[in-house]
């Protein structure tokens, strides 16, 4: 298969690399050994964070590095109230599993990243924003994924914390309002990734094959037999 412009399409070293990254990247919580991040390391991560496409090239992100134990601490409490109020909503069996899942690894980690979300960044005439209100939010993400790849590349681990409310976050690192905090992201020197994900591991649930999310030409549609 040729392209325009490019040579034909062959398996590569770099490719197979970048392959081998998506592959092994992990949601880290327990493995962090809460050693340095060499500064150089760092900002070839957050470079690469800040590189990712944005809709109208809005670039809407901003990323907080909160290294303040204090405020590490006043997260992480918040953090645990709010799994004690999921796991209350379970029952039995799928209260069990979760029982032995770790949602967080503020403390373990070297560095806090809260990743933020500022809409008005590029306002009002964002180009390709008009018909899609969350572009914006979604290039956020792409940046997010940006960072996690780039650290997993450079053997660093991420974990992406989701049990907390937007407000007390805003509020613990002077998040102004209107700029919507998005992600805090643990992120560190680890032992190791594991090779099976958490919740897999757990049993919470299970990676679902490629064909069963494919769609051909409408929703609903498999591939034809």
């Known amino acids: 298969m040729t392209i325009a412009g490019t040579s034909k399409l062959t398996d590569t070293a770099p490719a197979a690399d970048l392959y081998e990254v998506i592959n092994r990247r992990r949601d880290v ?35 907080v590095l909160v290294r303040d134990e204090a405020t590490r601490r006043a997260f992480r409490e918040h953090v645990l109230a709010e799994r004690s109020v999921f796991a209350s909503q379970l029952d039995g069996e799928r209260a069990g599993t979760f029982a032995k899942i770790k949602v967080e690894g503020i403390a373990e980690s070297t560095l806090g990243i809260a990743v933020t979300y500022d809409p008005g960044r590029g306002a009002p005439q964002v180009l390709g924003r008009h018909a899609i209100a969350d572009a914006g939010l979604y290039s956020v993400c792409l940046a997010i994924q940006n960072l996690w790849l780039a650290a997993t590349a450079e053997g660093l681990g991420v974990g992406w914390v989701s049990f907390y409310r937007e407000e007390f976050l805003r509020r613990l690192l002077g998040i102004p309002s209107g700029v919507r905090p998005v992600a805090w992201l643990c992120v560190g020197p680890v032992r190791s990734l594991a090779d099976v994900p958490d919740l897999e591991r757990h049993g919470w649930r299970q990676r679902l094959p490629l064909d069963d999310v494919l769609h051909y030409d409408k929703y609903g549609n498999g591939r034809s037999r």
Do not use: C, K, N
């Open 29 to 63: 919580r327990r493995e962090f050994t809460g050693a340095e991040i060499p500064e150089p390391v760092l900002r070839r991560v957050l470079t690469a964070a800040h590189s990712a496409p944005s809709v109208g090239l809005s670039q809407p992100w901003d990323f």
